[in-house]
């Protein structure tokens, strides 16, 4: 497969009705959920697949919160209730009353099955340590900075040891809290280096949305980071307008800033806006990436993925997006001959 | 003698939060419901100034976003270092309020008779750093077109409001002089005629190398966050004002012991030796769920009272 303008999902699908119906109905046994979860995993790998995309998994079928779902499945954290993220959804947060310790691979059966029903290549989203710290309530660490580096040595990198053994080759760690406090740069390194330290054999991306500060808080600090891979997200910041001149394409400033690091990784180029219903058309997405190939150079240093997770649509407007997405690489790939 | 109050949004319980998601009918008498039991939590637990604990406020500048003529609601924007999001204020041309926002959205009547009761708002730097300006021409023109406003809000409220209190967020967080000079000019024309005590409440920064400009603000008590600043910063300060010791930490579930914060206030006392002191969370406390608040509001009680004991 030629490796340029690979595509791919970041993580979440809008779970379908009758699995939130099924999980919530008291009457349902665990056999009967855990069907249901099975059922809408696939379904959602087929929905990627014929959708077009290059790299897939199950949409985090059997994840109720990307936060929420790891955070019970780690020793020494308490749920303590529900805070406003805005209006009125909520997120629950857990308080970190104890030690941090690994209970077993909470990612390990979903692995397992994608990997025997997928025929593409596969990505498996993880929370990462330093987002699991900030969301967090620090109850029994005297510093942040401890507890990020005992969930990444003690939680984190034996999941995702045992997730390489099983025959994982993609792991994309979710860090949307990353450049939230800008002064944490180090930590976040430190416990992204952490999670990943003597694993080898395997891609590592990092996914970061909703930089406040456009991700200029990554570098110098990323630098250090053993990353291959930056998923980010571009379109909610980028014009509607078709076109590759800079002053249209304002969504993508920052990538002159990854371009200029040198680094030589991936960068995984959000073009789709995840909290929008209006589906962007794939000229719309052609010239995204065109844009992109234009600032870093090197098509196969770009993949092409939505911002975010694409939970926060419905089922048919997330198909009909990532639909558009590989249409619009498909022009972008006829236009620079790599077909 | 020490004194204690909350500041901003208190967080919902778990019930309104339900109510909420499925948009009950009937939401505005739950709103009501639970302001009342807040409110006798607050009396409860001894704090000197009753608050509304703006629970049916979807942020801290929503009322404002939603009713001031020349502001229209704007794209979801993170509240500073959180993960809390509020709506951006969009200002597309002159901003205008006919004085009636506030009191219609604070429900001054449910606090106890004859006790002394308190207003939140954001300073005018801060409301300005948090909107998207497309017509003044620059932030500072903003800020001042806000303190007209605030000016004409705060005047339409009952005359027995006993303190005001500006939260200034981004104020704590910018070492400029020339913008910290600019802020206390609009503070002081949002107050102009304001009886009630003047609170300035600096919180998410460390306001040590820019506390001598903010001790000469036209406010009576300054606030300093404790959670986010080193005390020893403020080593050899000489603090003039009053002073709302923001030592309770209001993103943080570990709940402090009154004597804890006894102990701290105590030390607060003696390096910056303040003509008074009242002990405050850091911040709103809607970022842990109401059952912490509700024990955070009863150390506060429970610290104010011992530190009366010991003469504070």
């Known amino acids: ?339 | 003698m020490a004194k204690g109050w909350i500041s901003g949004i208190y967080p919902r319980s778990e019930r309104l939060i339900e109510a909420t998601r499925r948009q009950d009918p009937k939401l505005s008498r739950l709103f009501e419901e639970e302001k009342r039991k807040i409110i006798r939590q607050e009396f409860d637990a001894g704090l000197d100034f009753m608050t509304d604990p703006l629970i049916d406020w979807d942020d801290i500048l929503r009322p404002f976003t939603e009713n001031l003529g020349g502001v229209e609601i704007g794209a979801l924007d993170r509240f500073y270092e959180n993960n809390t999001f509020y709506r951006r204020p969009l200002v597309l041309s002159e901003v205008k309020s006919r004085g009636h926002i506030l009191s219609s959205a604070i429900s001054n009547t449910l606090f106890p008779k004859k006790k002394a009761w308190k207003v939140d708002l954001l300073d005018p730097y801060s409301m300005a750093d948090l909107s998207e300006n497309r017509y003044y021409r620059s932030k500072e023109e903003l800020m001042f077109a806000y303190s007209k406003v605030l000016a004409k809000e705060l005047r339409g409220l009952p005359s027995n409001l006993a303190l005001v209190q500006f939260n200034a967020p981004s104020l704590a967080r910018t070492k400029d002089k020339d913008t910290i000079s600019q802020a206390k000019e609009a503070i002081r024309m949002a107050t102009r005629g304001i009886e009630a005590t003047k609170c300035l409440h600096l919180y998410f920064g460390n306001i040590s190398s820019t506390l001598p400009q903010f001790l000469d603000f036209g406010v009576d008590i300054l606030g300093i966050d404790f959670i986010n600043s080193d005390l020893q910063s403020f080593q050899g300060t000489t603090f003039t004002k009053a002073l709302a010791c923001g030592c309770v930490d209001a993103q943080n579930t570990r709940i402090e012991r009154p004597s804890e914060i006894v102990a701290f206030v105590t030390r607060v006392v003696n390096v910056l030796n303040p003509k008074s002191i009242s002990v405050i969370p850091n911040t709103d406390l809607e970022f842990i769920p109401q059952p912490f608040a509700r024990k955070k509001v009863q150390a506060i009680g429970k610290a104010i009272t011992k530190l009366g004991d010991e003469g504070i």
Not at chain 1, 90 to 102: I, L, P, Q, T
Not at chain 1, 175 to 203: C, Q, W
């Open chain 1, 1 to 339: 497969m030629n490796s340029s303008l690979l595509t791919q999902e970041i993580g979440s699908l809008r779970k379908p009705k009758w699995l939130v119906k099924t999980l919530r109905e008291k009457s349902s046994s665990e056999e009967e959920r855990e069907k249901a979860r099975e059922d809408a995993a696939l379904l959602n790998v087929v929905l990627l697949e014929k959708a077009g995309l290059d790299i897939v998994y199950d949409g985090e079928a059997r994840r109720v919160e990307m936060y929420e779902y790891s955070a019970k499945r780690i020793k020494g954290m308490r749920f303590s209730g529900r805070v406003r993220s805005w209006d009125a959804k909520y997120y629950r947060k857990a308080r970190c009353v104890g030690k941090v310790g690994y209970t077993g691979n909470y990612h390990l059966d979903e692995f397992n099955f994608v990997r025997d029903r997928a025929n593409k290549m596969i990505k498996v989203p993880i929370t990462g340590a330093y987002t699991i710290a900030d969301w967090s309530y620090n109850e029994a660490y005297a510093t942040k900075r401890e507890l990020a580096l005992d969930l990444a040595s003690n939680v984190l990198r034996p999941l995702v040891r045992d997730l390489v053994e099983a025959g994982a080759e993609f792991i994309q760690v979710d860090e949307p809290a990353a450049t939230t406090h800008p002064h944490e740069m180090k930590l976040v390194v430190d416990s992204f280096n952490e999670t990943v330290r003597e694993i080898s054999g395997v891609k590592f991306g990092i996914h970061i949305c909703y930089s406040g500060n456009n991700y200029e808080a990554l570098f110098p600090e990323a630098l250090r980071m053993k990353n291959h891979q930056y998923a980010l997200e571009f379109a909610n910041r980028d014009s509607w307008e078709l076109g590759r001149r800079r002053d249209v394409r304002t969504g993508y400033k920052a990538l002159d800033m990854f371009s200029s690091q040198n680094e030589n990784k991936e960068i995984g180029l959000g073009v789709v806006d995840v909290h929008v219903d209006r589906v962007e058309s794939p000229q719309l997405i052609r010239d995204r990436v065109l844009y992109a190939v234009d600032v870093v150079g090197d098509p196969s240093l770009i993949h092409v993925n939505p911002d975010c997770g694409l939970r926060t649509r419905s089922r048919e407007i997330a198909f009909l997006k990532l639909s558009n997405l590989v249409k619009g690489v498909l022009l972008a790939k006829t236009e620079l001959g790599l077909l």
